[in-house]
């Protein structure tokens, strides 16, 4: 009976743990200086806007980059800073679930004062980071797009290299249809779920 309790918490917890993955996003980057040389073991922290307590905080490695991991979706300010630099701060910093926002190279210049140089981020138009394709669409985007049902699949249709007809089944990119996945709050719905009712 104990051996089937701790199988049923151990399969619990890695459902978890899978669906967490999923529904979180990550930010990369990497600190040099103003001669773009790596700065090894700067402080960076992650802040909800208006928030004084990061949320998530970490440092840079040997070769100045960082990931800061297990992001939830959200709109955040980052803030990276070195003994002798002055503090960068980057804000408008945009997560979307289960994908990375890889930053620009932050450089940080050197000052004997304590100072801060404050960044608005631009939007990203290309994804570096991986070679996954991706979009979200919004709450206030799926108020604002007309639609004569409320069908998510319908909504497939405003994503660029999405297409259906008639006569088949909803291709992305050219792919089969059973390549495509479905997704609630970034956690698969179709296999995953499954899984985890076993």
């Given at each position: 009976?104990?051996?089937?309790?701790?199988?049923?918490?151990?399969?619990?917890f890695?459902?978890s743990?899978?669906?967490?993955?999923q529904?979180?996003?990550r930010i990369?980057?990497v600190?040099?200086?103003?001669?773009g040389?790596?700065i090894?073991?700067?402080?960076?922290e992650l802040?909800?806007?208006?928030?004084?307590?990061?949320?998530?905080?970490g440092?840079s490695?040997?070769?100045g980059?960082?990931v800061?991991?297990?992001?939830?979706?959200?709109?955040?300010?980052?803030?990276?800073s070195s003994?002798?630099?002055?503090?960068?701060?980057?804000?408008?910093?945009?997560?979307?679930?289960?994908?990375?926002?890889?930053l620009?190279a932050?450089?940080?210049?050197?000052?004997?004062?304590?100072?801060s140089?404050?960044?608005?981020?631009e939007?990203?138009?290309?994804q570096t980071?991986?070679?996954?394709?991706?979009?979200?669409?919004?709450?206030?985007?799926?108020?604002?797009?007309?639609?004569?049902?409320?069908?998510?699949?319908?909504?497939?249709l405003?994503?660029a290299?999405?297409?259906s007809?008639?006569?088949?089944?909803?291709?992305?990119?050219g792919?089969?249809?059973?390549f495509?996945?479905?997704t609630?709050?970034g956690?698969n719905?179709?296999?995953?779920?499954?899984?985890c009712?076993?």
């Open positions: 009976m104990n051996s089937r309790l701790l199988s049923l918490l151990v399969s619990a890695l459902c743990t899978a669906i967490f993955a529904s979180s996003g990369s980057g600190v040099t200086d103003a001669s040389a790596s090894p073991g700067a402080t960076i802040f909800l806007p208006g928030g004084a307590t990061p949320v998530i905080k440092e490695g040997a070769d980059n960082f800061l991991a297990g992001v939830r979706p959200e709109l955040y300010f980052l803030q990276v003994k002798g630099f002055r503090t960068e701060i980057i804000r408008n910093l945009k997560v979307d679930t289960s994908a990375e926002l890889s620009k932050i450089k940080l210049e050197i000052s004997a004062a304590a100072e140089i404050e960044v608005s981020a939007a990203a138009t290309i980071a991986s070679s996954e394709v991706s979009n979200t669409v919004t709450n206030a985007q799926l108020r604002l797009l007309p639609s004569l049902n409320r069908s998510p699949i319908g909504l497939l405003t994503q290299g999405v297409s007809n008639a006569r088949s089944s909803t291709t992305i990119n792919l089969r249809p059973s495509a996945n479905v609630f709050d956690i719905i179709q296999d995953n779920f499954r899984v009712r076993k």
